[in-house]
């Protein structure tokens, strides 16, 4: 006599087929919509352009605007910085002992001023060393 198992593995046999050709399309259809290269930083490259690049062109394209306006007033003022470092000139004496006497200050008021030290709490001991006494009514 046969199982219950085994009359249903019989009458769903013929079904298989089908079953795995609708496992194959619903597969196909959740593929990747960019396709995968063996180079995976063009992949990368093409699902950056198409997530972030075209849905917002009129965004990127006024920053792009932006930037060129900004590039050209640049380039048209054509003026240089005022003073760098190397054409600065050497301080004086008078600044040099005044730097010297702030620096001075500064470490004796970090010296002076130690930190609080801040009172921390005792540490919880376990639960199982305090027993309250269970009133019964």
């Known amino acids: 006599m046969k199982t219950l198992r085994e009359i249903l593995l019989e009458r769903h046999t013929a079904a298989e087929p089908a079953l795995d ?3 194959r399309k619903s597969l196909a259809s959740l593929s ?3 396709p995968i290269s063996q180079n995976w930083a063009v992949s990368v490259m093409v699902a ?3 997530e972030l690049i075209l849905p917002c062109r009129r965004v990127w394209s006024g920053l792009a605007a932006v ?3 900004i590039v050209g007033l640049h380039l048209a003022t054509g ?3 005022k003073m760098t470092v190397a054409e600065s000139e050497p301080l004086d004496r008078a600044t040099i002992m005044v730097l010297r006497e702030q620096r001075q200050i500064m470490a004796q008021m ?3 001023a130690p930190p609080a030290a801040a009172a921390r709490p005792p540490a919880p001991g376990p639960r199982g060393d305090v027993r309250r006494p269970v ?3």
């Open 79 to 81: 003026s240089k910085p």
């Open 67 to 69: 930037w060129l306006v």
């Open 48 to 50: 950056v352009w198409n």
């Open 135 to 137: 009133a019964m009514a």
């Open 21 to 23: 050709d609708v496992r």
């Open 32 to 34: 990747s919509p960019y």
């Open 110 to 112: 970090l010296e002076t």
